[in-house]
């Protein structure tokens, strides 16, 4: 018989499984990422970040993660320059010189850290690494974002103790990465003498977190005091508006609903169906889904009513998509008459169409087109008829036309923030050019006597009142009317202005003309 031996073989030390990446996380460096590598909006980033992953799961859990990441994106991007100069001060380099994947995982890292003080840091830290380790080309990118994150939690004064389940990321430390190709070391010269003349408003970019060039340009034609109050602003985020369509639902109705789904409403003065709307907003999902709600901010809401459209007139909306002025445009028009609804991408004229079905407007007709050209193609059956319509069969024959042109969006900052990295004084004035040729179209459409309403959602001069000066000078067929609710955003000259930190709305320009009655 065999001896027996009471001593039991060696078990394995069991190991914590490895933690996984949360999938706000996940979703906001994929966002981040095609924003930064693609110039993607913000908004569309996270739509395809969220549908690449998973849908499956708890639905307030999906709708707690979809907030997380929309807050990490959007304040990542809006603190990107303060961001970025603190880790330039850790790193030792410019972030332009790192990967990608390093420069991303470290910025949205830093934001967190800074701004979330609810997240637990390690998980920060630890999801950072782990998103550099599965994208980043090189094999110390890891090693370098979680040395950077670290030394600036210790520089906080966080516990060593909270950092350790971080220690367990890596086996051993790792350099930060070098350039592929070693140079010779320069000699630098003295720094410059200490500054003695007084701070200006570009000495402030990283604490604005604005490009210097912008931040000057906006104190040159609206001086310091207000590029500041501008730039402090769209660092805040932006206030829920909501339009409570009535083509849909009595809006008095639909407000006690979303009351009773326990959501906090107020009205906006002057937009008698518009509310902010605060509380948990996954609540508002199936009054969007029914069309009873649209969620518009209310500068663009604004827009809409100063055409001042009545039922039964043929209206343009010129550069429509995704259509909610359109819809409004309709309910003003309680959806008498005819809206001719045009866009140059076919994709976002399809979704403009699906967009208007929702929300129940009936008298809107809806055409890719390329409205700063002299042919019109026709109708959402395009691809089987690419009948193409000279302009010419247009002028004279509407009633309104709203033309809501393409801009810097400068104005929706607050919700675009990755447009002040993008921007430059030269795309500026290829812009101003854009909107002049789409703004001479639009006055051919509008018969004697109609209006015409250009708007830009922006807060620069040569998109707004620079274009419409020039525009009158060479139309003497046409006056500015300004609509009689215009209130506080009417200027000197007869224009409207909104303004992100004096009305709480976007930027935006906007200007009536009439067309002058032939005598």
């Known amino acids: 018989m065999p001896e027996t031996s009471d001593v039991s073989p060696p078990t394995a030390t069991p190991t914590a499984p490895p933690r996984e990446i949360s999938r706000a996380r996940r979703a906001a460096f994929l966002a981040l990422m095609r924003v930064e590598t693609d110039e993607a909006w913000s908004n569309e980033a996270l739509d395809a970040a969220f549908a690449r992953l998973s849908p499956s799961g708890d639905p307030e859990q999906l709708a707690a993660d979809r907030r997380l990441a929309t807050d990490i994106v959007l304040g990542t991007l809006r603190w990107r320059g303060k961001l970025?100069?603190?880790?330039?001060?850790?790193?030792?380099?410019?972030?332009?010189?790192?990967?990608?994947?390093?420069?991303?995982?470290?910025?949205?890292?830093?934001?967190?850290?800074?701004?979330?003080?609810?997240?637990?840091?390690?998980?920060?830290?630890?999801?950072?690494?782990?998103?550099?380790?599965?994208?980043?080309?090189?094999?110390?990118?890891?090693?370098?974002v979680n040395a950077i994150l670290r030394e600036i939690l210790r520089q906080r004064g966080l516990d060593e103790h909270k950092l350790a389940p971080v220690r367990r990321i890596l086996k051993k430390p790792m350099p930060p990465p070098v350039p592929a190709k070693r140079t010779r070391r320069k000699v630098l010269p003295p720094p410059p003498p200490a500054r003695t003349s007084p701070a200006t408003i570009t000495d402030r970019e990283a604490e604005l977190s604005h490009p210097a060039w912008l931040l000057s340009h906006w104190a040159r034609a609206l001086g310091e005091t207000r590029a500041t109050c501008i730039a402090a602003t769209n660092n805040l985020p932006a206030p829920t508006f909501i339009w409570l369509n009535p083509l849909r639902q009595d809006p008095h109705t639909t407000r006690d609903e979303l009351t009773a789904a326990g959501l906090t409403l107020q009205p906006v003065a002057g937009l008698p169906e518009t509310c902010t709307v605060e509380g948990n907003l996954s609540a508002l999902s199936p009054f969007l889904t029914g069309g009873k709600v649209y969620v518009q901010d209310a500068g663009s809401q604004q827009i809409a009513r100063w055409l001042g459209v009545q039922p039964g007139q043929r209206v343009l909306d010129m550069c429509a998509a995704p259509g909610g002025k359109t819809a409004q445009l309709a309910a003003l028009m309680q959806n008498e008459g005819t809206i001719t609804a045009l866009d140059v991408h076919p994709h976002r004229v399809a979704a403009m169409e699906q967009n208007l079905a929702r929300l129940g407007v009936r008298i809107a007709r809806c055409y890719v087109a390329d409205a700063t050209s002299t042919h019109l193609i026709s109708p959402a059956d395009h691809r089987r008829s690419r009948k193409k319509l000279p302009f010419s069969l247009f002028p004279d024959s509407f009633d309104a036309v709203l033309l809501d042109a393409p801009c810097s969006g400068t104005g929706t900052l607050r919700r675009h923030p990755e447009i002040k990295w993008r921007l430059t004084l030269r795309k500026l004035s290829e812009l101003a050019g854009i909107q002049t040729r789409?703004?001479?179209?639009?006055?051919?459409?509008?018969?004697?006597?109609?209006?015409l309403l250009y708007a830009v959602c922006s807060l620069e001069a040569r998109e707004g009142e620079e274009v419409i000066r020039i525009f009158l000078k060479h139309h003497r067929n046409f006056e500015v009317v300004p609509p009689p609710d215009a209130g506080d955003a009417l200027t000197s000259e007869g224009f409207l202005r909104l303004w992100p930190d004096q009305d709480g709305t976007d930027g935006f320009f906007a200007a009536r003309l009439r067309r002058h009655q032939p005598d």
């Open 84 to 144: 970025d100069a603190g880790l330039r001060e850790h790193a030792g380099r410019e972030l332009t010189t790192l990967d990608p994947a390093v420069r991303t995982a470290l910025r949205m890292g830093l934001y967190q850290i800074t701004f979330l003080t609810r997240t637990p840091p390690f998980a920060v830290v630890h999801d950072a690494v782990e998103l550099v380790k599965q994208t980043s080309e090189s094999s110390h990118a890891a090693g370098f």
């Open 438 to 451: 789409l703004l001479w179209n639009a006055a051919r459409a509008v018969r004697p006597g109609g209006f």
